[in-house]
């Protein structure tokens, strides 16, 4: 049952960079039946791309400067009292480029869930493509998981294939790759804002209250 349009899940979304996927998602929310309403939308970059995005959107932005903190956990109880303010049902990670501290990730946990380009568990981490590439991977991919206490170790709730092609650069990959991303993301987050996924304990998805064995994978196209 999808949401009642007039109390829709708060989504906030948190991206570093240049916020293609905060592009999709925008676009994907502009649908008249889509069950969440994205509030605000942060980063941790003053000038990261993705901020003029929202705020061409009309979303509400805020920055929470990495450097001005002298240790990660003050960078954290910072960031969690904006989130906290904003009252978010789902917290988005879209290209957030820091790693969070345990007690950030327990206080939204069930709730935050991230994007990572590789075949999870492969290639946790940075340089995905390259590292793809090296290994001779025949297919890559992006995962889509809930974010847990275990760096890109979280339940993965859907993957997307990637044929490698023969010629692949990191970049060329990266590209397709990214179309994917596009793709599935907001397809999660629709699901989860219908209240049709959660994350049960520390390990285990719910699907429609039914126990999900394994990811759900599209294949490569």
Known sequence: MQADPVDKPRILVLASGSGTNLQALIEASRERDFPG????????????????RAAQAGIETFTVDHTRYETREAFDNALRLELE?????????????????????????????NVHPSLLPRYRGLNTHQRALDAGDEVHGVSIHFVTE?????P??????????????AETLAERVQA??????????????????????????????????????????
């Open 37 to 52: 309403d994205i509030v605000a939308v942060g980063s941790n970059r003053p000038q990261a791309f993705a901020l003029e």
């Open 180 to 221: 994917r991303e596009h793709l599935l993301y907001p397809i999660v987050i629709r699901w989860f804002c219908e209240g049709r996924l959660q994350l049960a304990g520390n390990d285990r998805i719910l699907f429609d209250d039914v126990p999900v064995p394994e990811a759900l994978t599209l294949p490569a196209a």
């Open 156 to 169: 993965v709730i859907a993957r997307a294939e990637v044929p490698v092609r023969p010629g692949d650069t």
């Open 85 to 113: 303010r904003r009252q978010p049902d789902l917290v988005v990670l879209a290209g957030f480029m820091r790693i969070l501290t345990e007690d950030f990730v327990r206080a939204f946990q069930g709730r935050m869930i």
């Open 150 to 154: 275990d760096l890109d170790g979280g």
